[in-house]
């Protein structure tokens, strides 16, 4: 321990910089924006309304429709990056983590370029794939012979939104693929050695010996996963536009709180209705990290070597 | 024998499925890709064709570069993400310092209140932001952007580069401390060089969300002058659906910047993610 001085100048200068900037642009708007929420607009003034725009939102049909229609969309955007992405992803690295597979770095590399792009490109990349104009996609299936499965799915209301997320998860499957990959290494070689010892091989060990030792990682997998799905929106609106089309088939939280606040087409901006589904989203997000804090990463079991 | 057959049955089915996942993964950019090099005729006509004299036309980059001022906005998007990369690199390190190397009362629960921007995204706070940058006259302006930028990196490079922190040996700075450096010496001469591959880490990390961000951009900064490149993108793309060779050849445009970036560092990346294992 080094000397003890009064008081220690450094460590206020060494913390300033990183604690004012993050309290100024994340903390205190944070905070302003669940603050703006409960004021609204009576002719010019802004006026305390307490929890009314929360009742509005809620409860009245012009706007509770669309929330509702929002959150739901939203859940099944992440359903489908749990049951679809994050499957991938374990699949992908256990394969990777193999000793003795050849070309692993290449493999590693290639999947994941599409999770560098932006949205912007990835959005209008699959657009034009699965555009009927162009068709790629048609003329793919017509090789094999599938051709009458195709439909336009980014028109149609019943597949847009899933069409979407499938994209969504063709974008990031390399995050959880790097994750569990990672976790996959840091496994020590006595512990797979004395499975062999003990017959334990290939998708026994797997799922006997691997799965139970990552599961943390992809408890990790899943918040981030939760987290980042119900805070989407850049692919929504660069593919469907802010109207989330056809019909807001696949609007989801971002998409509208960006309607809201800003308005669209005849409907004027509102930043007051916009802090409540803010603020919504902040207690989703809050409850969901809760469940998984309190809930579910107190029951996994760590194993430590 | 049959043990060996089997192993090597397996590795074909391993190779198999990862051939086909990075087909998947590579396809949509290879289409574009070559198809930004063809004629409008030959992108209809035969869209999995290769690029080759027969069909080969330049029209769409030439469309592009007198339409859209994408030179500006490439440097724009340079711009904010080297500054905002050095001041969370900078100023997470600092803070990451003082966190991991000093006790003091308050110290885990500084953590914890940095922590907390890794959970809860910087997103929700859109509305008082603009409030604020309306307030300080900062719309339309890159700083603006740096800022808010800043502050989203923060929380993950507080958090990883602490960890590292952590590991740098006490007697190193103590035997500094006895030579009688300064505390900013010590951070500045002998621990931020010995943590350069977490700040690797941490620089990769920080910048992709960056350079793909379309919401801050398309809020604080939707002028002509401080558009990014993925702003300007997809404005330009926007204006020209209908003209397939102009649209291709600004996604090829906006593809490769960061594909090479990425085959450049794509080792340091994955030993960076891949970075936990060794301990």
Redesign the interface.
């Known amino acids: 321990m080094a000397r003890r001085k009064p008081f220690r100048w450094h460590i206020g200068v060494f913390l300033a910089p990183a604690v004012l900037v993050y309290t100024a642009i994340m903390i205190i708007p944070l905070f302003g924006t669940l603050n703006l929420s409960l004021f609204n607009l009576e002719g010019q003034n802004r006026i305390f309304v307490g929890l009314a725009n929360f009742a509005t939102l809620f409860g009245d049909p012009r706007w509770s429709d669309a929330f509702w229609n929002a959150l739901g969309n939203n859940c099944w955007f992440f359903i489908i990056h749990m049951i679809v992405q994050n499957p991938i992803g374990i699949l992908l690295a256990a394969l990777l983590s193999s000793p003795r597979l050849r070309m692993a770095a290449f493999y590693r590399t290639a999947i994941f370029i599409p999770t560098i792009l932006s949205f912007v490109i990835v959005g209008f990349v699959w657009k034009l794939i699965l555009s009927p104009i162009w068709g790629i996609a048609p003329g793919m299936l017509d090789a094999v012979g599938l051709k009458f499965l195709f439909a336009p799915w980014l028109g149609k209301e019943e597949y847009a939104l899933t069409t979407l997320a499938l994209i969504s998860v063709w974008q990031f499957v390399g995050i959880p693929m790097m994750l569990i990959y990672a976790a996959l290494l840091s496994i020590p070689d006595d512990v797979i050695e004395a499975a062999e010892m003990d017959g334990l091989t290939g998708w026994a060990q797997f799922w006997k010996i691997k799965l139970p030792l990552i599961l943390p990682s992809i408890g990790i997998i899943s918040i981030l996963t939760f987290v980042g799905n119900f805070n989407a929106f850049d692919l929504i609106y660069v593919a469907q536009g802010a109207l989330a089309g056809p019909d807001f088939s696949t609007d989801i939280l971002g998409t509208f709180l960006y309607r809201t606040f800003f308005g669209f087409q005849l409907q004027l901006g509102d930043p007051y209705m916009g802090s409540a589904i803010a603020t919504a989203m902040f207690g989703i997000i809050l409850v969901g990290v809760c469940i998984y804090l309190f809930g579910i990463q107190t029951r996994l079991r760590r194993y430590q070597f | 024998m049959s043990k060996t057959r089997s192993h090597a049955g397996?590795?074909i089915a391993?190779?198999a499925?990862?051939i086909t996942?990075?087909l998947?993964?590579?396809f949509?950019?290879f289409?574009?890709v070559i198809n930004s090099f063809k004629s409008r005729r030959a992108?209809?006509a035969e869209?999995?064709m290769p690029p080759m004299p027969g069909n080969w036309d330049l029209v769409g980059y030439t469309t592009v570069l007198e339409q859209g001022d994408f030179f500006q906005y490439f440097l724009n998007s340079m711009t904010v993400t080297v500054a905002s990369l050095f001041?969370v690199l900078?100023?997470?390190a600092?803070?990451a310092?003082?966190?991991s190397e000093?006790r003091?009362r308050g110290n885990l629960l500084?953590g914890l209140y940095?922590a907390?921007?890794i959970?809860?995204?910087?997103?929700?706070?859109?509305?008082?932001?603009l409030?604020?940058m309306v307030s300080a006259g900062l719309v339309n302006t890159l700083t603006a952007l740096i800022?808010?930028y800043?502050?989203?990196g923060?929380?993950l490079a507080?958090f990883i580069l602490s960890e590292f922190m952590r590991s740098v040996s006490d007697d190193l700075k103590?035997a500094g401390?006895i030579d009688g450096l300064?505390?900013?010496r010590i951070?500045f001469t002998l621990v931020l060089p010995l943590v350069r591959p977490a700040m690797a880490t941490v620089a990769v990390f920080t910048m992709?969300p960056i350079?793909?961000?379309?919401?801050f951009p398309l809020?604080l900064a939707p002028s002509e002058e401080t558009k990014t490149i993925?702003l300007g993108?997809?404005v330009f793309?926007g204006q020209f659906v209908t003209n397939?060779n102009a649209?291709?050849a600004a996604?090829s445009l906006?593809?490769v910047p960061?594909?090479v970036l990425?085959?450049i560092f794509?080792r340091q990346?994955?030993r960076g993610?891949?970075?936990?294992?060794?301990?």
Do not use: C
């Open positions: 397996r590795s391993a190779h499925i990862l996942y990075t998947i993964a590579l949509p950019v289409v574009i992108i209809f869209p999995l001041f900078l100023f997470g600092m803070a310092f003082a966190l000093y003091f500084m940095l907390l921007g959970m809860i995204p910087i997103r929700l706070g859109t509305v008082a932001i409030e604020l800022l808010v800043t502050a989203q923060l929380p507080v103590n401390r300064s505390e900013y951070f992709i350079w793909n961000d379309l919401w809020i993925t993108s997809q793309i397939w649209v291709l996604l906006a593809i960061v594909l990425y085959l794509s990346l994955i993610i891949t970075a936990g294992a060794v301990k």
